[in-house]
Structure formats: structure tokens, C-alpha cells
Antibody
């Protein structure tokens, strides 16, 4: 069974950092690009960024709203992807999902508030 | 990057046909994907590559494309289809873009 499980969310003050993890199982993680998508309370889905597979250099791309503050990485040996979030802002509040497109995790809530 | 435009809401009675549109200048060159999202749940892929249906998705869900507009059609709408529907496309680099989402209400 394919699973993606996000973890690491929580309450954090503006300007601080947080690292989310996406732990996968049930498929060959290294063959897939991994995307992060977020959803602010009561709003639509917003693409955050993605990391390509090793075959494509594990290169990354980010939405303009997070570029320079967020970093995505992956450890194919563990089947885990990470989203390092620095200089967090209140507008970064929301549920963060990891996905390979067909399969999505259940999300982890990040709340940025003082 | 570019924008995808969806109507904020669509309402239909049970058994009728619901059509949800998604418009964007790049859609003739890029595939579109549709996700269903119920309250408190993660999105579920219901249509991929404009008109393909993943296994396990009911046949009443279909997708079509014409120019800069793609359409998700739900035939014979059921109460369980009430949800938010999000279209998603991308660009040549692999980046994604989402529409604003459409709330489908089954009257």
C-alpha cells in the first residue's frame, strides 16, 4: 500500500524555522519527483515546490512566495523528503501536503503566530 | 507562471450533470489534473492528463479539453460528490499551478 506521511508541523513564531518530513512507503520513492503543496485555512491549494528524482539531478523549483526561504531535499535510501522552512511568516500558516501526484499524504498543520 | 480560473461555486440537484470549468492560457500546451477534496481530507485525484480516470474513480467523472478551457463533468451527481474541486496544471519545467477551487453543492 502506498503511503505518504507528513510530520513536523506545529506552532512557530514569525521569523523562526521548521522542518517538515514526508515519510513514504509502498513504492520506489527514488523514481518519483516529490511535490509540496499547502492550503491556508479556508483557501485553495497552493504549490510550494518540488524536487526531481535522482535521474533528473534532484534539482528543485519553488513558488515565488517561498523562494529563498524554503528548501526541499530528499533521502532516497530512507524514502523521506524534507521541507526546510526558514524566516516563517504568518501567511505561511496552513496544512502542508506532500504528494507524488496520484498519492497524497494527509497533511501536517503549520501555524505561524506570535 | 500563469493563472488558472475556476468558478467559485457550482450547484446541482442529485442526478443532474455538473460541469466545472478551468481556464488558462497555457492549457492548450499542458495537461490538466482534477482533484476532489472533502472537508478535513487530503485531495484525491479524479482526472489526470485532461481526460483519464484513475482506477477506483467512478465512471460518472470525466474530463475534456477545448482550447484554453478544460471541463470536469460529473454525470448523475450524487450527494457524496459534494466537495471542493481543484484543477492543476504545470509548465515545461515541471512546476505546478492550481486554480482557486470550485465548491460543488448538491442541492
Amino acid at each position: 500500500e502506498v503511503q505518504l506521511v507528513e510530520s513536523g508541523g506545529g506552532l512557530v513564531q514569525p521569523g523562526r524555522s521548521l522542518r517538515l518530513s514526508c515519510t513514504t512507503s509502498g513504492f520506489t520513492f527514488g523514481d518519483y519527483a516529490l511535490y509540496w503543496v499547502r492550503q491556508a485555512p479556508g483557501k485553495g491549494l497552493e504549490w510550494v515546490g518540488f524536487i526531481r528524482s535522482k535521474a533528473y539531478g534532484e534539482t528543485t523549483d519553488y513558488a515565488a512566495s517561498v523562494k529563498g526561504r524554503f528548501t526541499i531535499s530528499r533521502d532516497d535510501s530512507k524514502g523521506i523528503a524534507y521541507l526546510q522552512m526558514n524566516s516563517l511568516r504568518m501567511e505561511d500558516t496552513g496544512v502542508y501536503y506532500c504528494t507524488i501526484g496520484v498519492y497524497w499524504g494527509q497533511g501536517t498543520l503549520v501555524t505561524v503566530s506570535s | 507562471s500563469y493563472d488558472l480560473t475556476q468558478p467559485p461555486s457550482v450547484s446541482v440537484s442529485p442526478g443532474q450533470t455538473a460541469r466545472i470549468t478551468c481556464s488558462g492560457d497555457a492549457l492548450p500546451k499542458q495537461y490538466t489534473y482534477w482533484y476532489q477534496q472533502k472537508p478535513g481530507q487530503a485531495p484525491v485525484l479524479v482526472i489526470y492528463k485532461d481526460s483519464e480516470r484513475p482506477s477506483g474513480i467512478p465512471e460518472r467523472f470525466s474530463g475534456s479539453s477545448s482550447g484554453t478551457t478544460v471541463t470536469l463533468t460529473i454525470s448523475g451527481v450524487q450527494a457524496e460528490d459534494e466537495a471542493d474541486y481543484h484543477c492543476q496544471s504545470g509548465d515545461s519545467s515541471g512546476s505546478w499551478v492550481f486554480g482557486g477551487g470550485t465548491k460543488l453543492t448538491v442541492l
